[in-house]
């Protein structure tokens, strides 16, 4: 799962974009890259590899390294190959033919290759084989002197899902956001705000942050944050402040975070339950959001999930068949909404995912409600999108 952070402030930017990055190295990635704007002009660096194995290549080669590039707004972004191979050329950030515009997306374009054809009808010239190059085109074509409004000009032509962050090179003093289907906050400093995929990337400067919606844009300087929808109306979003600090997002000394995990099991199991036992018996029905009459007339679970959190579910399978005597089925959200999946208004559906973030699955829970099922979902982040979208949620720690 791809990782985007954004800043605009007083402070330099790349070294703050690159911590930043670091704590989203959790999600895993093959690529990464940082762009800054210093002087009117967008400076642009990435590479293959993780971004210590990529600092050392550039320090060996005396180019430039990512920390030294100058400039008090960036992007930077950590990517997992889908359109094109993992090549230095199609890792993020992507310009546009004149090198004024830089943008940085997680998510898929689906109507691409369309677009790529007519753009390039128009002359403009690509580098990369992906699907985000073509937005900063797009942008580039509508371009009239308002990166804000050509940013909203191009997602109106775009089909599919999308975190993005912009920076123009003629409007040094904006960082542009927008989101559809993939997560994406604005982080809300003195003096500095910030755009991110997950909360611990930002976490060290500030606790205040907005979380974007579908449809959802927000124009940012390094004094004022402004949310629109894609029609440029005005929204009043609610500052959400969070109580858990950047710490419990590290490594904890552990070579890497898989193993960090594993031993952390007993103590998650410990602090999952405390507070949820009564009289020597584990009690959710306040959590759950479901009267005992809903409950009864449950006559089917469907657990989705993806990676580890799919193979927990297996596990979770035997057990509520085991004690709940109910038909449980476990499903790769991935899959789920391709199918024609037989859901009603009597099936809950149980989505797992660590971060509440995990794209498969928010668009799993998100099919399972059109077809009238409840949904329960199992998460470690409060104010996650897959928690703030279901009926229904039971926090781990």
């Known amino acids: 799962m791809c990782g985007i952070i954004g800043y605009i402030g007083k402070s330099k930017a790349a070294p703050i974009l690159i911590e930043g990055l670091k704590r989203l190295e959790y999600r895993g990635y093959d690529s990464a890259g ?33 920390e030294k590039i100058e400039g008090n707004v960036g992007l930077s972004h950590c990517r997992w190959a889908t359109h094109g191979s993992v090549t230095k050329e199609n890792a993020h950030p992507h310009t546009d033919c004149k090198n004024n515009i830089s943008i940085v997306h997680n998510g898929i374009i689906e109507n691409f290759s369309e677009i790529k054809e007519k753009l390039i009808k128009k002359g403009h010239k690509f580098i990369s084989l992906t699907d985000t190059e073509v937005i900063a085109h797009l942008i580039e074509d509508n371009y009239e002197g308002n990166i804000e409004e050509a940013t909203r000009k191009a997602l109106k032509q775009i089909e599919g899902s999308y975190a993005l962050g912009v920076i123009c090179s003629k409007e040094p003093d904006k960082l542009i956001a927008a989101r559809n289907e993939s997560p994406l906050i604005i ?30 844009m927000a124009i940012l300087t390094k004094n ?7 029609d440029g109306n005005k929204i009043d979003k609610k500052i959400n402040e969070i109580d858990w600090d950047a710490e419990q997002a590290e490594k904890s000394g552990y070579d890497h975070f898989m193993l960090k995990e594993i031993h952390e099991q007993p103590m998650a199991i410990t602090e999952t339950l405390n507070g949820r036992i009564r009289n020597g018996n584990v009690n959710i029905k306040e959590e759950l959001d479901l009267s005992e009459e809903k409950l009864k007339k449950i006559d089917r679970i469907i657990i989705v999930a993806c990676g580890t959190s799919w193979h927990a579910a297996l596990v979770g399978e035997f057990m509520l068949e085991e004690l709940a005597k109910i038909p449980v089925e476990v499903e790769y959200a991935s899959e789920f909404r391709y199918r024609n999946p037989i859901v009603n208004e009597n099936t809950l559906v149980i989505a797992i995912s660590q971060s509440g973030e995990t794209a498969d699955t928010l668009a799993a829970i998100r099919e399972a409600k059109k077809r009238n099922a409840k949904v329960l979902s199992i998460v470690n982040v409060k104010g996650s999108s897959i928690s703030r979208e279901s009926d229904s949620v039971l926090y781990t720690f």
């Open 187 to 216: 982080g809300l400093g003195k003096d500095e705000n910030f755009i991110a995929s997950d909360v611990p990337a930002i976490l060290k400067y500030t606790n205040k942050v907005i979380y974007l919606e579908n449809n959802e």
């Open 34 to 66: 940082i762009s800054t704007i210093n002087e009117n002009n967008i400076l642009v660096e990435k590479d293959i590899g993780k971004i210590e194995e990529i600092q050392k290549k550039r320090k060996k080669e005396e180019k430039i390294n990512f």
């Open 224 to 230: 004022n944050v402004s949310i629109t929808d894609i």
